[in-house]
C-alpha cells in the first residue's frame, strides 16, 4: 500500500511522475546534444565530466516536477482542459527554468550556459504538453487500475455511489459491483450493478478477477462470511474495510461511519512528543521569520490601499478570537477585508461572495493576502503554517454539539493552510464544517513532516490560481 503520505496521488498520476521526469531529464540532455550539432552558444560538453552532466539533468527535472507538483499537475482530480494543463505547464517550467538558474552557478567550471538552460525548458514544455495531449486523449494508464468488488449494497455502501459516482473519482478502479447481502436496509444501492450471490463469494472472485472486495454490508454480525473472506485473502485479493477504502481514495474519514474500534486499532492518530512540538516549531518560525522578509512589503502595500479604500481612520487589522490545541482560545490576527460594521447583527460565518466585504478586502481575500498577519501567529506558537483552520468560541461550541468527532480537529495546532482547504472548497454552513472535518481527521492521523510540505507545496496552487479558502 502506497505511503499516506502521497495518496493524493493515484497510481496513474505515479506513472505520469515517473514518464516525466525522464523528459524533463532528457530535454536537458537533448539541448546539450543540440547544441555540439548547430553550435548555439560556444560550450563544449566533451570537456565536462559526464557524471556531471547527469547531475545537471536529474536536478533539472526535480526541480521542474516539483514546479509541477505546486501547479496542481499531478492531482489526479484536476480538472482543466488541454489549455489550462498547458498554462500550468507554462508557469510550473518557467519557475523551474527561474530555480535551476540560481542554482547553475554554484556547479563552478560545470555551469552551464543560461541559453542551453532555455532551451532545455522550452524543449520540456513541447514535450511535456506532447504526453499530457496524449493522457488526456488515451487512458494509458488503465492497467494499474484495481477491479473492487464491494460485499453490501445498503446504506454504508452508498456512501462509495455518493462519493465516488464520477470517473475523475475512480481513477484508480473499476467498479464491478456491489454484493446484496443479509441485513441492508432498503434504498441503498440505485444505479450500481447489484449482485445477488448465490455461490461461493471465493469461485466469483476469482473467475472475475477481482483485485480488492471492500467490506460494507450494514449488518455484520452472523452475516459477514469470515471464512470466504479469509480465503479470498490467502489468494491475494486484499480485503478493506470501507472506512479505510474511503480514506485511501478520497483523503478523507466518513465521520459517520466512523466506530470506536476502527479508531482503537487502526494506524496513525500517534500523538506528538516534546521533541515533535519543539521541532514543530522551531520549523515554522524558522519558515514564519523568511516568509515575513519576503512579503512586507505586500503587507506595506496593502495596509496603504486599505487606507486609501477607507479612510486613514479606518483599521488596518481585525482581531478575533478563535479556538486553537486542546480548545484554548487565542487572539487571530489578520488584514481586516470586511466594513468596520460587519458583525453588528452578532457573529456569523463567513461566506464566498459575502456583501460585507470591501472593495480591497475581495481582492486579498481571494489571493490570501488578509491571512499574512498570522505569521505573527505562528512565531508566538498559537499557530503553525499547516493544520486544520481555527475556528470561532461561538461556532465550535455548536459544531460538537451537532458534529460527532469534531473536538478531535483540536488535539493539533491549528495552520495558515490544510488539507481541507486543498481538497474541499469556500464553505459556511454546518453541512461545510462536516465536509471539512473528514479531510481534517485525515490529516490529524496521518500528519507527518512529509504531509505537511505536500500541503505547503499545493498551497502555492491555490495562492497562484485564487482558488478555495
Known amino acids: 500500500m502506497s505511503s499516506p503520505k502521497f495518496r493524493d496521488l493515484s497510481a496513474g498520476s505515479k506513472s505520469l511522475v515517473l514518464i516525466e521526469f525522464v523528459c524533463f531529464a532528457g530535454a ?3 539541448s546539450l546534444y543540440l547544441n555540439s550539432l548547430f553550435h548555439f552558444i560556444t560550450y563544449n560538453s566533451q570537456d565536462v565530466a559526464m557524471n556531471i552532466l547527469f547531475i545537471h539533468a536529474i536536478i533539472f527535472a526535480l526541480v521542474v516536477q516539483l514546479s509541477s507538483l505546486a501547479m496542481g499537475l499531478y492531482n489526479s482530480k484536476l480538472r482543466e ?3 489550462g494543463v498547458v498554462r500550468r ?14 542554482i547553475n552557478p554554484f556547479y563552478g567550471a560545470g555551469a552551464l550556459g543560461i541559453e542551453l538552460l532555455a532551451m532545455a525548458a522550452l524543449i520540456s514544455l513541447v514535450i511535456a504538453s ?4 496524449l493522457t488526456l486523449q488515451i487512458d494509458f494508464f488503465g492497467f494499474n487500475k484495481r477491479n473492487i468488488l464491494v460485499l453490501g449494497a445498503g446504506e454504508r455502501a452508498s456512501i462509495i455511489e455518493k462519493r465516488m459516482r464520477r470517473d475523475v473519482d475512480r481513477q484508480g478502479f473499476f467498479m464491478h459491483g456491489f454484493v446484496v447481502m443479509n441485513g441492508d436496509s432498503e434504498g441503498g444501492i440505485v444505479n450500481e450493478n447489484r449482485i445477488k450471490l448465490d455461490g ?6 476469482l473467475e472475475h478477477e477481482i483485485d480488492e472486495i471492500v467490506v460494507a454490508n450494514d449488518e455484520r454480525r452472523e452475516n459477514l462470511p469470515v471464512d470466504e473472506l479469509f480465503a479470498c485473502k490467502i489468494r ?3 480485503v478493506t474495510e470501507i472506512l479505510d477504502f474511503i480514506e485511501r481514495e478520497t483523503g478523507q474519514i466518513a465521520v459517520n ?3 470506536p474500534s476502527w479508531v482503537i486499532y487502526s494506524n496513525g492518530f500517534a500523538s506528538a512528543n516534546h521533541l515533535r512540538n519543539t521541532l514543530d516549531w522551531v520549523f515554522n518560525a524558522g519558515m514564519g521569520f523568511v516568509l515575513l522578509m519576503v512579503t512586507w512589503p505586500i503587507m506595506l502595500i496593502t495596509t496603504i490601499l486599505i487606507k486609501l479604500d477607507e479612510g486613514f481612520k479606518a483599521p488596518i487589522f481585525y482581531c478575533q478570537e478563535r479556538v486553537g490545541l486542546d480548545g484554548q482560545t487565542f487572539s487571530i490576527v489578520k488584514f481586516r477585508s470586511m466594513r468596520i460594521d460587519a458583525e453588528k447583527n452578532g457573529a456569523q460565518m463567513a461566506s464566498e461572495n459575502d456583501d ?3 472593495k480591497i478586502g475581495k481582492f486579498i481575500r481571494k489571493y490570501r493576502i488578509d491571512e499574512l498577519p498570522q505569521i505573527y501567529n505562528v512565531l508566538c506558537g498559537d499557530m503553525g503554517f499547516v493544520g486544520p483552520r481555527p475556528e470561532r468560541p461561538e461556532f465550535v461550541q455548536q459544531l460538537i454539539k451537532n458534529i460527532p468527532y469534531y473536538n478531535e480537529r483540536h488535539n493539533v495546532k491549528p495552520g495558515l493552510t490544510g488539507w481541507a482547504q486543498l481538497k474541499y472548497p469556500y464553505g459556511a454552513t454546518e453541512e461545510d464544517s462536516l465536509e471539512k472535518l473528514k479531510y481534517d481527521l485525515y490529516y490529524i492521523k496521518h500528519r507527518s513532516f512529509l504531509l505537511d510540505l505536500l500541503i505547503l507545496i499545493r498551497t502555492v496552487e491555490i495562492v497562484l490560481f485564487g482558488k478555495g479558502r
Open 200 to 205: 461461493s463469494l471465493v469461485n466469483y472472485a
Open 81 to 83: 482542459n488541454f489549455r
Open 356 to 358: 460585507r466585504t470591501t
Open 28 to 30: 536537458l540532455l537533448l
Open 236 to 238: 491475494g485479493i486484499e
Open 257 to 259: 461511519l466512523i466506530y
Open 89 to 102: 505547464l507554462l508557469v510550473s517550467v518557467a519557475i523551474g527554468f527561474f530555480i535551476v538558474s540560481l
Open 130 to 133: 506532447g504526453v499530457r495531449y
